[in-house]
């Protein structure tokens, strides 16, 4: 079974408009990390914000914020004020329970920001 | 100034070859990651090293040797090349395992590997 999901392969916006890319995980470990990068069309992959399951508030680093919803098992990415730059694939990730820090990666959304 | 570099960034080699990719990071951190993206540009991890001691080695061929002479370093060493093997290879990098902040991975580059 899955234990990271986006529903969403591909995505589109208007620059300046905000964006939310969609992630669910599962798992049934209480203390877990679940992450997002960003990967452009040169390959490399980016970290962009990451959310622990005992966090009280919802991450943020500038334009991005996680909209983490526990009880619904969903760490959603929002990107505010979208620009041409972000058009790149997106990737959830968990951290594997007990397991040495293994990232368990989603199937990615590509994001194409237009002008 | 680079915090995860990998060598090479591109690989070009016959199938039946063997080949090595080279990745070291500057960032101090104890726990060294090799991942792989396949043309789906699925990223499933392949091995980890914590100070130079193997922890993670999920199911992959023993064809896929690594090696960690420090902790700055892991290289990934292929036997055998096959058509399958063709992907990125990603090294990763991150402080000692723990349930923080801490554990975010740093990625290199890739490697873009071709089997012929």
């Known amino acids: 079974a899955q234990k990271i999901t986006q529903t969403q392969p591909g995505m589109f916006v208007q620059e300046k408009e905000a964006v939310t890319l969609d992630c669910t995980y599962d798992?049934?470990?209480?203390?877990?990390?679940l992450f997002w990068y960003k990967q452009p069309s040169s390959g490399e992959m980016i970290f962009l914000i990451y959310?622990?399951?005992?966090?009280?508030q919802n991450a943020t680093e500038g334009r991005y914020s996680l909209n983490f919803q526990k009880a619904r098992k969903s760490a959603n990415l929002v990107i505010s004020a979208s620009q041409l730059g972000d058009s790149a694939m997106y990737f959830c990730a968990m951290r594997e329970p007990s397991f040495y820090n293994k990232l368990i990666f989603g199937a990615g959304t590509r994001l194409a920001v237009h002008p | 100034d680079t915090a995860v570099s990998q060598t090479p960034k591109y690989l070009v080699t016959q199938m039946g070859n063997d080949k090595s990719i080279k990745c070291e990071q500057n960032l101090g951190h104890d726990t060294m990651y090799w991942y792989k993206q396949d043309s789906k540009k699925f990223l499933k991890i392949m091995f980890s090293?914590?100070?130079?001691?193997?922890?993670i080695n999920e199911t992959v061929p023993n064809r896929f040797s690594p090696k960690s002479p420090d902790k700055a370093h892991l290289n990934l060493h292929i036997n055998s090349l096959e058509l399958g093997d063709s992907a990125v290879y990603f090294c990763a990098s991150s402080r000692a395992s723990g349930r923080d902040r801490g554990e975010t991975q740093y990625f290199g580059p890739g490697t873009r590997l071709l089997v012929l």
């Open positions: 959310q622990g399951s005992y966090d009280q």
């Open positions: 090293y914590n100070n130079k001691e193997l922890i």
């Open positions: 798992t049934s470990d209480p203390s877990y990390g």
